[in-house]
Nanobody, 126 residues
Framework: QVQLEESGGGSVQAGGSLRLSCASS????????MGWFRQAPGKEREGLAG??????ITYANSVKGRFTISLDNEKRAHLQMNSLQPEDTAVYYC?????????????????????WGQGTQVTVTS
């Protein structure tokens, strides 16, 4: 089992930045890949960025060039979000999957991520 807890959400004006963090715990045996998703009211959950234990990174076109995913030595995933716009308003989720059987973070579909955090609200005002 992998437990995930997000932090860093909040409210920011358009053009501003926020940094989300995700702490993982519970799994000490298998390597995991991690990703960030978001879900706005009335919309489907959207995969934003994923990172594998070997450092491979994938971004959705909607955030490429504005968002940066990273992984630190303490297995925390971070999402640096710059140039935020009102359409970025959503609940942001951290997710993880076991890096086995060919599974990789480059597949940003929700079904490829087994473990999920509770989510953190990001609100961008104009």
């Amino acid at each position: 089992q992998v437990q995930l807890e997000e932090s860093g959400g909040g409210s920011v004006q358009a053009g501003g930045s926020l940094r989300l963090s995700c702490a993982s715990s519970g799994n000490t045996f298998s390597k995991v890949y991690m990703g960030w998703f978001r879900q706005a009211p009335g919309k489907e959950r959207e995969g934003l960025a994923g990172i594998d234990p070997d450092g491979s990174i994938t971004y959705a076109n909607s955030v490429k060039g504005r968002f940066t995913i990273s992984l630190d030595n303490e297995k925390r995933a971070h999402l640096q979000m710059n140039s935020l716009q009102p359409e970025d308003t959503a609940v942001y989720y951290c997710a993880a999957g076991l890096w086995i059987l060919g599974r990789r973070a480059s597949d940003l579909s929700s079904s490829n991520f087994r473990y999920w955090g509770q989510g953190t609200q990001v609100t961008v005002t104009s």
